[in-house]
T-cell receptor, first 112, second 115 residues
Framework: AQSVAQPEDQVNVAEGNPLTVKCTYS??????LFWYVQYPNRGLQFLLK??????LVKGSYGFEAEFNKSQTSFHLKKPSALVSDSALYFC??????????FGTGTQLKVEL | DAGVIQSPRHEVTEMGQEVTLRCKPI?????LFWYRQTMMRGLELLIY????????DSGMPEDRFSAKMPNASFSTLKIQPSEPRDSAVYFC?????????????FGSGTRLTVV
């Protein structure tokens, strides 16, 4: 069985400050990990993924995520938040198969 | 590529009526997924297909729901009869088997309201 947990329903950050959206995973086998973003009234958009290799993964819109095997975490980060980053963020995983399991989502609110 | 195309974007129907949601995946993708999103339950995988064959339908809530994929470029999700608790946003997504380079590509969703 596989699962991902996003412990925070909402994260608030001031524009220009760094942001972190947390995700932990439980996957049998090697994890394939993803971050998606959802803007209001839109479908989910791919941000970045970790399959193998470098633990620091860079993605779209200046986002990056760090894979930490010992802590089973895959936190999403951005050095300087923008108001336009405000959206719903989903962490997802597979155990190498085709079925993505999504977390419950974290609402990111970036304020001026 | 136009991406994953879902229709209609919005559907309002009366309880007891049949509802059909449609999806056209990205050309060349061979996996297709149907998700439902609600505030209470978040994103739920309903069913997915590989190469037009249903692989896992364990998320289909009950017999009122059915999904088909008659060919590689088209899938439907049908609810008959519909109930108010079926109100949700239904997303279709496609990918290459194994997740591909970008995981899934999602459509814009169909917002279903059953009154």
């Amino acid at each position: 069985a596989q699962s991902v947990a996003q412990p925070e329903d909402q994260v608030n950050v001031a524009e220009g400050n760094p942001l972190t959206v947390k995700c932990t995973y439980s996957v049998s086998g090697n994890p394939y990990l993803f971050w998606y973003v959802q803007y209001p009234n839109r479908g989910l958009q791919f941000l970045l993924k970790y399959i193998t290799g470098d633990n620091l993964v860079k993605g779209s819109y200046g986002f990056e995520a760090e894979f930490n095997k010992s802590q089973t975490s895959f936190h999403l980060k951005k050095p300087s938040a923008l108001v336009s980053d405000s959206a719903l963020y989903f962490c997802a995983s597979t155990g190498g198969g085709n079925k993505l399991t999504f977390g419950t989502g974290t609402q990111l609110k970036v304020e001026l | 590529d136009a991406g994953v195309i879902q229709s209609p974007r919005h559907e309002v129907t009366e309880m007891g009526q049949e509802v059909t949601l449609r999806c056209k995946p990205i050309s060349g993708h061979n996996s297709l997924f149907w998700y439902r999103q609600t505030m209470m339950r978040g994103l739920e995988l309903l069913i997915y297909f590989n190469n037009n064959v249903p692989i896992d339908d364990s998320g289909m809530p009950e017999d009122r729901f059915s999904a088909k994929m008659p060919n590689a470029s088209f899938s439907t999700l049908k609810i008959q009869p519909s109930e108010p608790r079926d109100s949700a946003v239904y997303f279709c997504a496609s990918s290459l088997v194994g997740g591909g380079d970008y995981g899934y590509t999602f459509g814009s969703g169909t917002r279903l309201t059953v009154v």
